[in-house]
């Protein structure tokens, strides 16, 4: 009789091989641990370090090289602008040495793949005119210290201050709150509103029956009220100017006037000036008109005109 309980030869043999296989694997997952796993566990813990060494010497670097600036606003702006450039190119570069390390040590060769990339660059760089020409322009954008973070500026139809400026991309946040990112590629103007110091320019609007230099007195007034006031006095750089009578418009004669103030202050001075303004206006009685019609009916070369038939209506007060 056969003894079914006895496993076969072959059976046990399989069991040998799979258990065999096992401890085989097993080994060779140990071995790489403690070789090549344990290697890029040092390297990226060593990237990490490295990332947060840089962003401190990069901020150490700034500091000292604009110690002696720190009271400058234009100076603060241009060094966060490079700082943060400088921070994001050498943290990119030590995650790209990074990762070449950590493929060498997963057993994948490096050198077909960069020779690859190499060629591959090539041909995305025929195909990504566009994003070569952000890099450069914000390249030139940079060094020619156009645009910093802080600055309030008018690019690409867009107007804001400047939160973020890299290489590729300048990020403006306007008045609403609305964010808008424009690639340097499209930005062929910048219009700087507060680079160095700032101007806010007044057209002020009176009736044509008013006196033009007492008006003009008014404003100095005005103005040298402002400039003693606490709260506006290291706002403003130097006394208004009077640039004069500017045009006769259809219902006032307009007076222009500009001042020079600190970068990003022009708007909060200009808004204040002009509430004085009007708050003078009122107790000196110096009418800002509104705009009105004079209706003319013309006249003949005998001396005649036409008749105009003005009908007057009570006023309902119920």
Known sequence: MTDTNAASPAAETAGKIDIFNVNELV???????????????????????????????????????????????????????LKAVTRNIAIISLAVIALIMILGELGIAIGPILTAAGVLGIAVGFGAQTLV?????????????QIRVGDVVDIAGKSGLVECVTLRMTTLRDVAGNVHFVRNGEINVVTNMTKEWS????????????????????IKQ?????????????????????LGLDQFADSAIIIKART???????????????????KKFDELKIEIPFPHVTLYMGQGKDGSAAALNVAMQPTNKG
């Open 199 to 218: 101007r806010y320019v007044f057209d002020v609007g009176v009736a044509y029956r008013e006196n033009v230099d007492e008006v003009i007195d008014v």
């Open 222 to 242: 005005v103005d040298e009220d402002l400039r003693a006031d606490e709260a506006f006095r290291d706002d403003i750089l130097d006394p208004i100017e009077i």
């Open 260 to 278: 020079r103030t600190r970068p990003s202050r022009q708007w909060a001075v200009g808004r204040e000036f002009n509430r004085r303004l009007k």
């Open 133 to 145: 020409k952000d890099v450069i322009n914000g390249f030139f954008i940079l060094l020619d210290d």
């Open 27 to 81: 080994g060779n997952a140990g071995t790489w641990l403690v070789t090549s796993g344990l290697k890029i566990f040092v390297i990226l813990i060593f990237t990490l370090v490295a990332i947060k060494a840089i962003q401190i010497i990069v901020d150490q670097i700034f500091g000292r090289l604009f110690k002696n600036h720190k009271d400058d606003v234009e100076i603060q702006k241009r060094t966060d602008t």
